[in-house]
């Protein structure tokens, strides 16, 4: 499968809610599955980053996400079920808009609760830059992006700047 585009920041469709997935095995959940694996490989090849992508992001209005955290993981209806108290203050960056950084806070800890391409229901208990990870891509799920969680005005830097 082809990599698909990313939408970019100004497109409606990026605070757009996605519906849950009914059929893991639909034809189009497969190939949302696919192209979210393809176009995060592509977008890694050219960049030298990233870890995640939603299925927002290539247009495609359904709760799932691709995350590549040493093994490649697609999470069908993710829903957070805990987060910590303690929260973490931290630059984020995402493929809908790469140049730009926006400080945001996060739960230090997250509970994901999600179905994995296999049809099995898990709940995968994440910390630090995974929690962080995984809260931003459910975030697009919810339509949502990092730009609506800046702390204030001042928390938007070009990624050139930000070290």
């Known amino acids: 499968m082809p990599a698909r585009e990313i939408l970019q920041l ?4 990026l605070w757009r809610p996605s519906a849950p997935v009914a059929s893991l095995q639909s034809p189009q959940t497969q190939e949302i599955i696919a192209d979210l694996a393809t176009t995060l490989g592509e977008f890694r ?28 993981m697609p999470m069908i209806n993710p829903q957070i079920v805990r987060a910590s108290r303690e929260k973490m203050e931290l630059w984020d960056d995402c493929f ?10 996060r739960h230090v800890e997250v509970d994901v609760s999600y179905t994995d391409d296999r049809g099995e229901q ?19 799920l919810d339509g949502i992006l990092a730009t609506d969680r800046a702390i204030d005005s001042r928390s938007l830097a070009l990624r050139n700047v930000v070290k």
């Open 10 to 13: 100004g497109n409606p469709e």
């Open 45 to 72: 090849q050219r960049n030298g980053y990233g870890r995640g992508i939603a299925a927002p992001q290539i247009g495609a209005h359904r709760r799932i996400i691709f995350v590549e955290v040493g093994e490649a």
């Open 96 to 105: 809908s808009f790469p140049g730009l950084m926006v400080r945001v806070r």
């Open 122 to 140: 898990r709940v995968i208990k994440a910390r630090g830059d995974l929690s962080e990870l995984l809260q931003h891509e459910i975030d697009h």
